[in-house]
């Protein structure tokens, strides 16, 4: 019995980085100046030569040694990993968010702006009805 790995399908792996950069064979085609039907043939082939891996790698945008190693179990943990840290740095963003004031003194002060602005109509209405 052989132990020999078989090697990657690059055609899947191509097909797999251009559905999840939301590209359609025709605009792959179009990028790189081929037909359609020749980016299927690609992607239905298990190898492919370097120099047309590299102009589809920069059309996808991603390197050719990307297209190589690429896994879908990889993929998932990327965005898990992603999705995992965002929660956490938000949380401990959330728990970094301290007051550098109390509160409570910031409640005093805006009541005694509001009772000095109440002095200050007071005093206003009682030098209009003076005048009059």
Known sequence: MSTATKPKHIGRNISRIRELRGMKQEALAI??????????????????DDEKLNVIAEALGVSADSIKSFSDEGVVNYFNNVYDNAITDSI??????????????????????LV?????????????????
């Open 116 to 132: 000095q602005a109440e002095k200050d109509k007071v005093e206003y209405l009682e030098k209009l009805m003076k005048g009059k």
């Open 31 to 48: 990028a790189i100046g081929m037909s359609q039907q020749t980016i299927s043939n690609i992607e239905g082939s298990e190898t492919l």
């Open 92 to 113: 401990v963003n959330a728990n970094a968010l301290e007051c550098t004031f109390n509160p409570i003194d910031k409640i005093v002060e805006l009541y005694e702006r």
